[in-house]
């Protein structure tokens, strides 16, 4: 049946520059409350608008990237979708790029996508969060802890599809964009497999979403995502007959224009 992708609301650190500084886990940041309230929205619009205009049955099942703020959007969502419990995907996770490491890592990060200094070469020597040379799976909140921290609603007996534990991605041997793309897929295929007539909703990030709808070769290919995608903005993808996806909607944030809500970040 089908699937609805859904970036996270507006983050911590990107509306407070000197959040990353203070933060035991600077990787990580937690949504705004306007984030949730964003993600509220878009949980009514796929409960009232996307049922009704699209024909998509209402969703049973939600997924989501393990990263804090994407869970708490996803139980935003979930609560007003009338699902209780939400499953954590690791294969929905962050770009692990080096931009990634960059925006919180090096002296001067601060939260904004590669950093101040974004493209310039670092120095051998320059002193970086000991953090990002390890392992990043294995710093990332597992079900249990994110259960107790973040949402009751995590379902600690869902096994991800989908790992980073043992991957070695930190600085230095970051995530290519070619297997980001490909365990997108890889996940929203799986997902999709087991939902069977379920329709489902995957809360991952604004780089992931844009890959995963372009690379679902939407409407025969013909329609794109563009740009950035502002928060909490969705791309609604229909199975057709022939084995294709159709998408009606694109990395739109029409819901919280609406409302007057940020659409930045």
Known sequence: MSVIIVRH?????YVDATWVKRADRPWDPPLTPQGK???KAAGKRIRDE???DH???????VYCSPFTRCV?????IANELGVVELRVEYGLAEDLCEN?????CLPESNGSWGGPNRGTAVDADTKMHPKAL???GELILNPATLKDLVSPLVDTEYAPFHTLQGKGFKWGNCEEREALVDRLRA???HLHQQAKEESIVLVTHGGPLMMLSNALQLNGGKTKAKGRCGYTGLTVCIPTPDGDWAGPIVADHSHIDAKGYCTVG
Not at 55 to 61: I, N, Q, S
Not at 72 to 76: D, G, I, Q
């Open 72 to 76: 708490e959007t996803a139980a935003e």
């Open 134 to 136: 390890e392992d990043f």
């Open 55 to 61: 024909g998509v049955p209402k969703p049973t099942r």
């Open 37 to 39: 309230m964003q993600a």
């Open 187 to 189: 996940v929203c295929a």
């Open 50 to 52: 996307i049922t009704r």
């Open 100 to 104: 990634f490491f960059r925006s919180w």
């Open 9 to 13: 609301g507006e983050r911590q650190d």
